[in-house]
């Protein structure tokens, strides 16, 4: 075995001077260790002495399933296959498919909240999906951001249909964004879009206060020049759509026009986040049409979400994100990309292994 071969593996020790950092050839074989899904290299660091396993940190970290075998069926859930489906095709027992779900949902979650830091993002579109936890009368509405360009999925978030679920939806692109003062948003006409709009991408700006003594004047927020609202209001009539309003809600038109000369659309739509909602209907079991299979637990509501979004993100090719080559390689003449190559975060299209197979850092404590 050599050295090389653990270039990818990082220190998983707080305390190590070489913590979270790969490369540095600290990383030595200590021993193959034999487990009851195949043998696993037991690592051990040179700078602290701490001895790891190699899939410490993963989602396969104490899975007795073989990892291709996990990773199938990982593929079969966010292939729309209910967890029954899923059990039968891969001769699993149905829990053993649920408690694996929700792992990697947890750690695909991680995995996003990792990477998806600083994105260069100009517009966003926001949108909401109807579904149920528990019983057909409980509802849980999914609530998603979406980039408009790279159809990256910034942000989600599941609850009820209230203030609450649209504060968890815009606050959270808002912490993910390199420059959200300068990010048009396009919405439905749901009212809470236009009330947090000033609260979540605007600047705060503290008036003075007349005199020296008594409390200070609220606290409010002015909207940049960048920045702008925009309302897709649609009015329906058994279940069709009649009639579509469109409303500038912040800022000026020139801003909002200069995004949509820059996205290719004539008029403002929410069109990816649209397209989003059908395929996610289709990668999730909770979500599929004229089906009973809606989740019974919001725990595995939540993290079922978290795993198709991740794949989704990383490892699912989108046709309309494909780039012409500068030279053709035999017959192929176009450069298939999943939304986290567009948006500049991932360098190649990921297997679900690599998804489940990739170390989260824990965070250090303060000293």
């Not at 750690?107 to 149920?132: G, M």
């Not at 020296?212 to 009539?237: A, D, E, N």
Request: glycine fraction near 6%; include cysteine.
């Amino acid at each position: 075995m050599d050295s090389s071969s653990l270039d990818g593996f990082r220190c998983l020790n707080t305390a190590c001077p070489a913590f979270g950092q790969a490369g540095l050839g600290n990383l030595r074989l200590r021993k193959w260790y034999d487990t009851r899904s195949g043998p696993r290299r037991l690592l051990r660091c040179a700078s602290c002495g701490r001895e790891f396993s190699e899939l410490k940190g993963t989602a396969l970290w104490n899975v007795k399933l073989p990892r291709e075998r996990a990773a199938n069926i990982m593929a079969h859930v966010t292939r729309g296959n209910r967890f029954k489906q899923t059990a039968e095709l891969s001769q699993t027992h149905r829990t053993t498919v649920s408690r694996l779900v929700c792992i990697a949902g947890e750690h695909a979650q991680c995995v996003h909240d990792h990477h998806a830091q600083d994105l260069q993002v100009t517009s966003v579109q926001a949108d909401e999906r109807h579904s149920f936890v528990g019983r057909k009368d409980q509802p849980c509405w999914e609530a998603t951001v979406i980039d408009s360009r790279s159809k990256f999925l910034v942000q989600n978030a599941l609850g009820a249909r209230t203030m609450d679920l649209a504060v968890r939806l815009l606050f959270g692109p808002c912490s993910r964004l390199y420059d959200p003062q300068s990010v048009v948003l396009f919405t439905d006409g749901w009212l809470p879009y236009d009330s947090l709009f000033a609260q979540v991408f605007d600047r705060p700006d503290q008036p003075k206060r007349q005199g020296s003594r008594g409390r200070l004047p609220r606290l409010q927020y002015r909207i940049p020049r960048m920045s702008g609202h925009v309302r897709i209001i649609k009015t329906y009539h058994s279940k069709r759509v009649t009639d579509i309003r469109i409303e500038c809600a912040a800022r000026s038109q020139r801003r909002i026009d200069q995004e949509l000369d820059a996205l290719g659309y004539i008029t403002p739509n929410t069109s990816a986040v649209e397209g989003h909602n059908g395929t996610a209907r289709r990668m999730n079991p909770h979500q599929v049409r004229r089906s009973l299979a809606f989740a019974r637990l919001p725990h595995v509501r939540q993290t079922v979400s978290d795993l198709v979004n991740a794949v989704d993100n990383f490892c699912r090719i989108h046709r309309s994100l494909r780039v012409k080559l500068e030279e053709p390689v035999g017959r192929r003449q176009y450069a298939q990309r999943t939304p986290a190559m567009a948006i500049g975060i991932a360098d190649s299209v990921w297997s679900v292994l690599r998804l489940l197979s990739t170390a989260i850092m824990p965070t250090p404590c303060r000293s």
